[in-house]
């Protein structure tokens, strides 16, 4: 079955350091491929999207995404970690030109 | 600033009652998804449509959710009868077309006693 997993549930970084989130999908075909960040009460913000073409994505509020295909793996990746950025991660995916699917969510915590 | 616009935010109700929750969509947008969101099974895809057609609603409970677009600004999801296992956050998110990014509102959280 087509599925996104996100295997850390919780981290825990201090602040100023680099932070590296991990997603993983299943599919035979490249699909679209998504970071979206939810803050608590709210919705859900895109910070990044891969399509094609260069395989390093940079978003939002300083982050960047790696798309892996040998490793079937879109990991998102900040280099300094801000206390704002404490949150929930959702990766997300994309099959065959329809709906989008999301992992079950990391949530950040950061340290002062 | 354009926003998706998702009423009410909070709705708490006794089991048995219906419920109706809102969206409007961002204008333009011709994709609309409905989601809902619990700390057990985290954000699970309910239906979606596109140009107000319902595409897929497999994820959805056919014997008491349904799902509706009566026009392009506003889209409903209805519960009846509502039931405590329905108690969720519900999201909706709207963009131009499938396999694109998705905007989101704010969702209802739906408390059902």
């Known amino acids: 079955a087509q599925s996104v997993t996100q295997p850390d549930i919780h981290i825990t970084v201090s602040e100023g350091a680099s932070l590296e989130l991990r997603c993983n999908y299943s599919?035979?075909?490249?699909?679209?491929l998504f970071w979206y960040v939810q803050s608590p009460g709210q919705g859900l913000q895109l910070l990044l999207k891969?399509?094609?073409?260069?395989?390093l994505v940079q978003g939002i509020k300083g982050f960047e995404a790696e798309f892996k295909r040998s490793q079937s793996s879109f990991n998102l990746r900040k280099p300094s970690v801000h206390w704002s950025d404490a949150a929930e991660y959702f990766c997300?995916?994309?099959?065959?030109?329809?709906?989008?699917?999301f992992g079950a969510g990391t949530r950040l915590t950061v340290k002062p | 600033d354009a926003r998706v616009t998702q009423t009410p935010r909070h709705k708490v109700t006794e089991m048995g009652q219906e419920v109706t929750m809102r969206c409007q969509p961002i204008?333009?947008?011709?994709?609309v998804f409905w989601y809902r969101q619990t700390m057990m099974q985290g954000l699970e895809l309910l239906a979606y449509f596109r140009n107000r057609a319902p595409l897929d609603d497999s994820g959805m409970p056919k014997d008491r959710f349904s799902a509706e677009m009566p026009d392009a600004t506003l889209a409903t999801l209805k519960i009846q009868p509502s039931e405590p296992r329905d108690s969720a956050v519900y999201f909706c998110?709207?963009?131009?077309?499938?396999?694109?990014?998705?905007?989101f509102g704010s969702g209802t959280q739906l408390s059902v006693l």
């Open positions: 891969y399509f094609s073409g260069d395989t």
């Open positions: 204008l333009g947008h011709n994709t």
């Open positions: 997300a995916v994309v099959y065959n030109n329809n709906d989008m699917r």
């Open positions: 998110a709207s963009g131009f077309r499938l396999g694109t990014d998705l905007f």
């Open positions: 599919y035979g075909a490249t699909p679209y």
